[in-house]
């Protein structure tokens, strides 16, 4: 181990990410329900920063029969 002082990059990997408030976790799991509802043929995503859900993604397809 070397004996410089750690960057805050480095300190951020050491800790464990930050709990949401309840509230902020209601609503993403409930965002997360409404993209998932009546999806057939497609994915969602969640992009995640610093331990938070910032963004949620759905891509839908739409299949026609033959």
Do not use: C, N, W, Y
Request: charged residues 30%.
């Amino acid at each position: 181990m070397s004996d410089t002082p750690k960057t805050r990059d480095d300190r951020r990997s050491d800790q464990p990410a930050a709990h949401p408030a309840p509230a902020a976790s209601e609503a993403v799991l409930h965002r997360l329900s409404d993209a998932l509802r009546g999806l057939r043929f497609g994915s969602v995503v969640a992009i995640v920063q610093d331990g938070v859900v910032v963004q949620i993604e759905r891509t839908e397809k739409t299949r026609f029969g033959r």
